[in-house]
């Protein structure tokens, strides 16, 4: 192959005219090749050199050695020197030499075009005859030989990242506007950068990268890479030019400054280690390279390790025996004092990039561990497993999960001594949560068989805490409550319910704590594995429990942790198992408290903490109801609630029980029989109102049912609950209202007119059920017109509510019963007495009752208004 050749200089006057043309042209170039090659290959000499200089000082001047792309998608190459003095004396010119090759064409055998850099073949004068000499190949000058390029790359290894990093940015179009601009003393240096680069390059990015060598004007070259001496035009603020100055020195940041990527720093190193063969027999991609790098002992930085370790994770398949095990090694020994026999890059290059191991190098070595392991041999991967845990203890990285057999009985004694103050250490940081890095480095301690049996109390305490959204047991959460998680009464014990807002069915009243997270997969697996630390969380976990029953079932539910491996623990064994009893509010509450009472594995009368914690899981912040209280304590015995301190429970069930829980009387008679001296006078006084209440109607009631009701009321200086005096009111008026009852009682009530009382009795009086019966029994209404008729004048509070009955009660049904009835109640009256029947005519007159009204409220009947008392 033959290449088509072209000679441009400064020629004499001859027929084709004078000054500077084409003097020889290979038939085979294109008219418009050689319009558009004279804009390329023009020379102009740097202002810093002399103008008329002798033949010495022309061996100083740069060669302009130029590839440039043409517009048909050929390409020049070319060659221009300076000449000095034309023919003619005239100064300034110079002889360009260049071949054409069309598209789709490369110079002989492939080489590349950086290979012509001071070929012998470049003709430094026109040939006298306009006939090019023939050139079928170029051979390289001795300055692009592999040493040479592996000196120069050592003596710029400070800069090499930098320049790679903008070279890949430009062929990969990642800045298709960029260009390199490389300042240099010498042309010379500018391809042996030129030599550098396209030996990191895919051939085919190679072959297609242009350059020029020199140029006195940057700016209007139109090459990728630039040549250019100091003295040529500056370009430093154009962001269009990527400058690398050869001849200051470098800034301190060059080689790794921000944007310097993996690939870059890995091509320096190869260079810098004389190894540039390996860019020839490995892919030109970051991972493989990185990989032949450290194989071939060339230290990498630790992007570089990184890059390695990552591509091997998803290659380890293609890689073979000795490959591999030769990367692991190296893998083990980055970062670390260089071994011996290991090469790295040249001066400066370690100084400016960081080898030491980072957050991403580590989760590469850790990921790569993952994937080896089970597939090569233990005492291949054992030095890349002590490398990775020691490196997670030692840097706080994540823990590696290793096997029983990851590291060497050699490796797992060095690795025991090097890093147990560590992992004790990190075991007892409170900093972390405790089922996170602590409990790894636990299973790590194990692993090394590091003995850790002291801190496990703590740890366990932590863990627990964190299970069950620790504070539980603090002051702040017990204040206010008693034993069991419910809110005690007053201090005389007969204080008012607290309202479901109020109850404390949270570890702190009022504040609900957000539920917990489940354990974690490794925490249960710590927990199935590791019986000591079972049995401290247990523990720690079984005080919880005890303090905040409730609370610690709520978030324990569904755990998955495995009591069933332990004996004992009582209370978080209720806890854990308490949705497993069946029942719950509105059900079989106290079959499901004697249920979660039996998977406790302990009697109550052996432990009386049990009870407490039962009655709080099953009745959570609520209270029994009268019915449940009383079986608990019959069943169950008094001794044994007031040894577990459950006693007050059971009296707050009655004292704050609501009016329709017709067994409260009935417990709170049990409460008195159980607990004769161990009551406070309030609890006393309220319980024994409770008992009246329900005897009134019954053989048990006696006399004086007002006056005792009142008296019990005001023996203690502690106000009774108001829960119990409403039951114990309503109890009394429906006895006086419904009646019969005696009339002193009756004159009790108008003269004590006690309000709550008196409110009682007119709500009876205007229930329902008074009316309906008032409608239907002509006596019952004789006895109410008497009884509200009677004692006018003894107390305005009674006048008022008996007028009240009178008028908005008994006078509208007395109006709309039928003439018979109306008969069978003045008959009744009439008995009574002839004054009752003319009270009442005179009231059913129309018209008349505000006249009887009056007349009533200033007198009684003789002999009935003040009945000995």
């Given at each position: 192959?033959?290449?088509?050749?072209?000679?441009y200089?400064?020629?004499?006057?001859?027929?084709?005219?004078?000054?500077?043309?084409?003097?020889?042209?290979?038939?085979?170039?294109?008219?418009?090749?050689?319009?558009?090659?004279?804009?390329?290959?023009?020379?102009?000499?740097?202002?810093?050199?002399?103008?008329q200089?002798?033949?010495?000082?022309?061996k100083?001047?740069?060669?302009?050695?130029?590839?440039?792309?043409?517009?048909?998608g050929?390409?020049l190459?070319s060659?221009?020197?300076?000449?000095?003095?034309?023919s003619?004396?005239?100064?300034?010119?110079?002889?360009?030499?260049?071949?054409?090759l069309?598209?789709?064409t490369?110079?002989?055998?492939?080489?590349?075009?950086?290979?012509?850099?001071?070929?012998?073949?470049?003709?430094?004068?026109?040939?006298?005859?306009g006939?090019?000499?023939?050139?079928?190949?170029?051979?390289?000058?001795g300055?692009?030989?592999?040493?040479?390029?592996?000196?120069?790359?050592v003596s710029?290894?400070?800069?090499?990242?930098?320049?790679?990093t903008?070279l890949?940015a430009?062929?990969?179009?990642?800045d298709p506007?960029?260009?390199i601009v490389?300042?240099e003393?010498?042309?010379?240096?500018?391809a042996?950068?030129?030599a550098?680069a396209?030996a990191?390059?895919?051939?085919?990015?190679?072959?297609?990268?242009?350059?020029?060598?020199?140029?006195?004007?940057?700016?209007?070259?139109?090459q990728?890479?630039?040549?250019?001496?100091?003295?040529?035009?500056?370009?430093?603020?154009?962001?269009?030019?990527r400058?690398?100055?050869?001849?200051t020195?470098?800034a301190?940041?060059?080689?790794?400054?921000?944007?310097?990527?993996?690939?870059?720093?890995?091509?320096?190193?190869?260079?810098?280690?004389?190894?540039p063969?390996?860019f020839?027999?490995?892919?030109?991609?970051?991972g493989?390279?990185?990989?032949?790098?450290?194989?071939?002992?060339?230290?990498?930085?630790?992007a570089g390790?990184?890059?390695?370790?990552r591509?091997?994770?998803?290659?380890?398949?293609?890689?073979a025996?000795?490959?591999?095990?030769?990367?692991?090694?190296a893998?083990?020994?980055?970062?670390?004092?260089r071994?011996?026999?290991r090469t790295g890059?040249?001066?400066?290059l370690?100084?400016?990039?960081?080898?030491a191991?980072?957050d991403?190098?580590?989760?590469?070595?850790?990921?790569?561990?993952?994937?080896?392991?089970g597939?090569?041999?233990t005492?291949?991967?054992?030095p890349?497993?002590?490398?990775?845990?020691?490196?997670?203890?030692?840097?706080?990285?994540?823990?590696?999960?290793?096997?029983?057999?990851?590291?060497?009985?050699?490796?797992?004694?060095?690795l025991?001594?090097?890093?147990a103050?560590?992992?004790?250490?990190?075991?007892?940081?409170?900093?972390d949560?405790?089922?996170?890095?602590?409990?790894?480095l636990l299973?790590?301690?194990?692993?090394?068989?590091?003995?850790c049996?002291?801190?496990?109390?703590?740890?366990a305490?932590?863990?627990?805490?964190?299970?069950?959204?620790?504070?539980l047991?603090?002051?702040?959460?017990?204040a206010g409550?008693?034993?069991?998680?419910?809110?005690?009464?007053?201090p005389?014990?007969?204080?008012e319910?607290?309202?479901p807002?109020?109850?404390?069915i949270?570890?702190?009243?009022?504040?609900?704590?957000a539920?917990s997270?489940?354990?974690?997969p490794?925490?249960?697996?710590?927990?199935h594995?590791?019986?000591?630390?079972?049995?401290?969380?247990?523990?720690?976990?079984?005080?919880?429990?005890a303090?905040?029953?409730?609370?610690?079932a709520?978030?324990?539910?569904?755990?998955?942790?495995?009591?069933?491996?332990q004996?004992?623990?009582p209370?978080?064994r209720?806890?854990?198992?308490?949705?497993?009893c069946?029942?719950?509010?509105?059900?079989?509450?106290?079959?499901?408290?004697?249920?979660?009472?039996?998977?406790?594995?302990?009697?109550?009368?052996?432990?009386?903490?049990?009870?407490?914690?039962?009655?709080?899981?099953?009745?959570?912040?609520?209270?029994?109801?009268g019915?449940?209280?009383?079986?608990?304590?019959?069943?169950?015995?008094?001794d044994?609630?007031?040894?577990?301190?459950t006693?007050?429970?059971?009296?707050?069930?009655?004292?704050?029980?609501p009016?329709?829980?017709?067994?409260?009387?009935?417990?709170?008679?049990?409460?008195?029989?159980?607990?004769p001296?161990?009551?406070r006078?309030?609890?006393r006084a309220?319980l024994?109102?409770?008992?009246?209440?329900?005897?009134?109607?019954?053989?048990?009631?006696?006399?004086?049912?007002?006056?005792?009701?009142?008296?019990?009321?005001?023996?203690?200086?502690?106000?009774?609950?108001?829960?119990?005096?409403?039951?114990?009111?309503?109890?009394?008026?429906?006895?006086l209202?419904?009646?019969?009852?005696?009339?002193?009682?009756?004159?009790?009530?108008?003269?004590?007119?006690?309000?709550?009382?008196l409110?009682?009795y007119?709500?009876?009086?205007?229930?329902?059920?008074?009316?309906?019966?008032?409608?239907t029994?002509?006596?019952?209404?004789?006895?109410?017109?008497?009884?509200?008729?009677?004692?006018?004048?003894?107390?305005?509070?009674?006048d008022?509510?008996?007028?009240?009955?009178?008028?908005k009660?008994?006078r509208p049904?007395?109006?709309?019963?039928?003439?018979?009835d109306?008969?069978?109640?003045?008959?009744?009256?009439?008995r009574?007495?002839?004054?009752?029947?003319?009270?009442?005519r005179?009231?059913n007159?129309?018209?008349?009752?505000g006249?009887?009204?009056?007349?009533l409220?200033?007198?009684?009947?003789?002999?009935?208004?003040?009945?000995?008392?």
């Amino acid at each position: 192959m033959t290449l088509a050749q072209l000679h441009y200089t400064s020629a004499p006057p001859g027929s084709d005219g004078s000054g500077f043309r084409f003097t020889a042209v290979s038939a085979e170039v294109p008219q418009e090749v050689l319009r558009e090659a004279e804009q390329l290959i023009g020379y102009e000499p740097p202002h810093d050199l002399p103008a008329q200089p002798d033949a010495e000082q022309l061996k100083r001047f740069p060669k302009a050695f130029t590839f440039s792309e043409l517009a048909d998608g050929g390409r020049l190459l070319s060659r221009s020197v300076y000449t000095g003095a034309d023919s003619g004396g005239r100064w300034g010119a110079f002889h360009a030499h260049a071949v054409h090759l069309p598209p789709g064409t490369r110079l002989p055998d492939g080489a590349l075009p950086i290979t012509a850099w001071e070929s012998r073949r470049w003709a430094e004068t026109a040939p006298p005859d306009g006939r090019p000499v023939p050139i079928d190949r170029f051979e390289p000058s001795g300055l692009l030989r592999r040493d040479s390029l592996i000196a120069f790359a050592v003596s710029r290894s400070d800069r090499l990242a930098a320049f790679f990093t903008d070279l890949r940015a430009l062929t990969e179009g990642l800045d298709p506007a960029t260009r390199i601009v490389l300042v240099e003393h010498d042309s010379a240096d500018v391809a042996q950068w030129i030599a550098l680069a396209c030996a990191v390059l895919p051939r085919e990015q190679a072959h297609r990268l242009t350059f020029t060598t020199y140029t006195r004007r940057p700016q209007q070259a139109r090459q990728q890479i630039i040549g250019a001496l100091p003295s040529s035009d500056p370009v430093a603020h154009d962001h269009r030019y990527r400058v690398h100055d050869c001849t200051t020195a470098p800034a301190p940041e060059s080689a790794t400054r921000p944007g310097t990527d993996a690939w870059a720093q890995i091509c320096a190193h190869i260079w810098c280690a004389g190894r540039p063969d390996l860019f020839r027999d490995t892919s030109a991609e970051t991972g493989p390279l990185a990989v032949a790098a450290l194989v071939a002992g060339i230290e990498l930085g630790a992007a570089g390790r990184t890059a390695a370790a990552r591509w091997a994770v998803d290659h380890v398949g293609t890689l073979a025996d000795d490959t591999l095990t030769a990367l692991v090694g190296a893998l083990c020994e980055g970062g670390e004092p260089r071994a011996a026999g290991r090469t790295g890059g040249g001066p400066g290059l370690h100084d400016s990039e960081s080898s030491a191991p980072g957050d991403a190098e580590q989760a590469a070595l850790a990921a790569l561990l993952t994937r080896l392991e089970g597939r090569v041999p233990t005492v291949v991967t054992a030095p890349l497993a002590a490398r990775v845990l020691a490196a997670a203890v030692r840097d706080r990285g994540p823990m590696p999960v290793l096997r029983a057999g990851s590291l060497t009985a050699q490796a797992q004694a060095a690795l025991a001594r090097e890093l147990a103050p560590a992992l004790r250490a990190g075991i007892a940081d409170e900093r972390d949560p405790a089922a996170g890095r602590p409990l790894a480095l636990l299973r790590v301690a194990d692993l090394l068989d590091i003995d850790c049996q002291d801190l496990l109390p703590e740890l366990a305490g932590r863990l627990a805490r964190e299970l069950v959204a620790e504070p539980l047991a603090g002051v702040e959460a017990s204040a206010g409550k008693d034993a069991g998680g419910y809110r005690a009464t007053d201090p005389a014990g007969c204080g008012e319910r607290p309202s479901p807002a109020d109850r404390p069915i949270t570890a702190a009243a009022g504040n609900p704590p957000a539920q917990s997270p489940s354990p974690s997969p490794a925490l249960l697996e710590a927990v199935h594995e590791h019986p000591a630390l079972r049995i401290a969380l247990f523990g720690a976990l079984d005080t919880l429990a005890a303090s905040d029953p409730a609370g610690a079932a709520r978030r324990l539910a569904g755990s998955g942790l495995p009591i069933e491996l332990q004996s004992g623990f009582p209370h978080v064994r209720m806890c854990l198992m308490a949705g497993e009893c069946g029942g719950g509010a509105g059900g079989d509450r106290l079959g499901r408290f004697h249920g979660v009472l039996r998977t406790a594995g302990v009697s109550p009368h052996a432990d009386t903490a049990v009870l407490r914690t039962a009655l709080d899981l099953v009745w959570s912040g609520d209270l029994p109801t009268g019915q449940e209280a009383s079986l608990l304590l019959n069943q169950l015995g008094s001794d044994i609630h007031r040894a577990a301190g459950t006693r007050d429970i059971l009296i707050d069930a009655a004292l704050a029980a609501p009016p329709d829980d017709h067994d409260v009387p009935a417990l709170a008679a049990d409460l008195l029989r159980c607990f004769p001296t161990e009551l406070r006078p309030g609890q006393r006084a309220a319980l024994l109102l409770l008992e009246f209440a329900g005897l009134l109607g019954t053989e048990g009631e006696g006399e004086d049912w007002v006056g005792r009701a009142l008296e019990l009321r005001d023996a203690t200086a502690a106000p009774v609950a108001e829960t119990v005096m409403e039951r114990v009111f309503d109890a009394l008026a429906r006895r006086l209202v419904l009646g019969p009852g005696p009339e002193s009682e009756l004159y009790t009530l108008a003269r004590t007119a006690d309000p709550g009382l008196l409110a009682a009795y007119e709500r009876v009086g205007r229930s329902d059920r008074v009316g309906d019966r008032l409608r239907t029994v002509p006596s019952y209404v004789a006895d109410c017109f008497s009884s509200w008729s009677s004692f006018a004048g003894t107390r305005p509070e009674w006048d008022e509510t008996r007028t009240a009955l009178l008028t908005k009660v008994l006078r509208p049904i007395v109006r709309a019963l039928p003439a018979k009835d109306v008969a069978a109640v003045e008959e009744a009256l009439g008995r009574a007495g002839r004054g009752r029947l003319d009270a009442f005519r005179s009231w059913n007159r129309p018209g008349a009752l505000g006249r009887l009204a009056g007349r009533l409220s200033g007198r009684g009947r003789r002999g009935t208004d003040h009945p000995p008392v």
